[in-house]
């Protein structure tokens, strides 16, 4: 065997035991003591959960403390409508009472002014009743005229039921110390119209051609409304006052005021 032979093996030899002590090392140490494991799970994902973890817990706070500062706004609104509608409701109650007042007063006033008409129209029912009557009353002419008269208060209506002339039928007024009916406002106009009988019958309106205006039969001027054409004599009906020729027929109404009530 060579020189270089030699030298060869030996390096060759002590490759491989260098490659086998490292096993026989290990296997010759014998079982290591157990120790603590280290995780496996990187530190980078633990802290992006926990940061996960907190933004959705400070979202929940958030959003609790809006739903809590929105529910006691909302609170606080129903609150002060609550306040508003009871302070309406009394102004409204306060508005109803005093409008229930204001009936109950007017209600009493009505009651009196009723009581005081009815008590009005006794009055008027009893005069009525004692001094109307039916007469067949006769002057010197020794004409008998039916005359079918009341008084109304102070003043007496005598309906001559004869047909007559204006003319003749104020002398047939004078004749009897009457005269023809003077009208002195409307309501005594309304008051005759309900109290007439069915008829029509002068009265002493006519036509004063001197003064190109209606006078009654006293030379006063009249203080009725009338719209009819100038010219002749007036004469009252249920429905009208009207002018007419004075030569129709027609019965009269004479007329006289009392001093005093009678009685």
């Known amino acids: 065997m060579s020189e270089q032979e030699v030298i060869f093996s030996t390096v060759r030899f002590h490759k491989s035991s260098g490659l086998q002590n490292p096993v026989r090392l290990a296997e010759t140490q014998g079982p290591r ?13 633990i802290m992006i959960a926990l940061g996960i973890l907190f933004s959705l ?6 959003m609790l403390v809006t739903n809590i500062f929105q529910y006691s706004q909302e609170k606080h609104e129903l609150q002060e409508s609550l306040i508003n ?7 409204m109650q306060n508005d109803i009472d005093l409008k229930e007042e204001l009936l109950r007063n007017k209600f009493i006033e009505c009651n009196a002014v ?3 008409l009815e008590s009005l129209n006794k009055e008027q029912n ?22 079918h008269w009341f008084c109304y208060g102070i003043n007496c209506y005598y309906f001559i039921m004869n047909r007559k002339t204006w003319g003749r039928c104020k002398q047939t007024c004078q004749n009897s110390s009457l ?11 309304k008051f005759l119209q309900l109290h007439v009988p069915s008829n029509s019958y002068w ?3 006519s036509y004063d051609n001197r003064k190109n205006d209606w006078a009654w039969i006293d030379s006063g001027p009249s203080k009725l409304k009338v719209n009819f054409s100038p010219g002749g004599c007036v004469f009252l009906s249920k429905a009208r006052l009207e002018n007419t020729n004075c030569d129709n027929y027609f019965p009269c109404i004479c007329g ?3 001093d005093k009530f009678p009685g």
Do not use: M, Q
């Open 57 to 62: 817990r400070l979202v929940i706070f958030t």
């Open 203 to 205: 009265i002493g309106l």
């Open 33 to 45: 003591k157990a120790g603590p494991r280290v995780c496996s799970v990187p530190w980078k994902l």
């Open 85 to 91: 509608l009871h302070h309406n409701c009394s102004i």
């Open 256 to 258: 006289k005021r009392l």
């Open 114 to 116: 009723n009581e005081f």
């Open 179 to 189: 005269s023809l009916l003077k009208i002195d406002d409307e309501l005594e106009l």
């Open 126 to 147: 009893i005069w009525y009743s004692k001094t109307k009557t039916v007469l067949n009353s006769s002057h010197h002419t020794g004409i008998k005229v039916e005359v």
